[in-house]
């Protein structure tokens, strides 16, 4: 049996980088709130369905650039996507034999922690920010998620 490969790098970073565009492009402020972490949702869908030649390193990395689009505190993001990216490792085999409704219900609660450990870091850091706005992205995040492992898994091989 002639087993497939999971996405090159070039992929993986094309996918990184969409994701970005997809962060920094500029929305509505009623509809803002509402935006998902897709480089956050991205890491995990590499992490959960195709894990070899992804794992914490493309999680720091992303991290990184997110921090450095946002101008935020440079590794912050960098910590977040590294602690969901090795919790999403270490449960990759219990997720992906889940349903994608039961994916979502996991992927929310990476995406809670997630949010969780910035706010706590910008807390930390003195740059609180208190808006319960800001746990929109989570719902929003966990519900595209079946859309997005959907689109990614048709076009893209598992590892």
């Not at 085999?93 to 997630?114: D, E, K, N, Y």
């Not at 930390?124 to 492992?149: D, F, N, Q, S």
Request: aromatic residues 8%; charged residues 10%; glycine residues 6%.
């Amino acid at each position: 049996m002639a087993r497939r490969r999971g996405p090159g790098a070039l992929t993986i970073a094309a996918l990184v980088l969409a994701a970005l565009i997809a962060l920094i492009i500029p929305l509505p402020r009623l509809v803002a709130p509402l935006r998902p972490d897709f480089v956050a949702l991205v890491v995990l869908w590499l992490c959960l369905l195709s894990p070899r030649p992804t794992g914490l390193v493309v999680a720091f990395l992303a991290g990184l650039a997110v921090d450095a689009v946002h101008g935020m505190l440079l590794g912050q993001h960098a910590l977040v996507f590294s602690v969901i990216a090795y919790i999403a490792l270490k449960l990759r085999l219990r997720i992906r034999a889940f349903p994608l409704l039961q994916q979502s219900a996991v992927v929310f609660a990476l995406l809670a922690l997630a949010e969780f450990l910035a706010f706590w870091i910008d807390g930390v850091t003195g740059h609180a920010v208190t808006e319960w706005t800001r746990w929109l992205g989570v719902l929003v995040g966990a519900a595209c998620w079946p859309l997005l492992a959907g689109l990614l898994e048709r076009y893209l091989p598992r590892a």
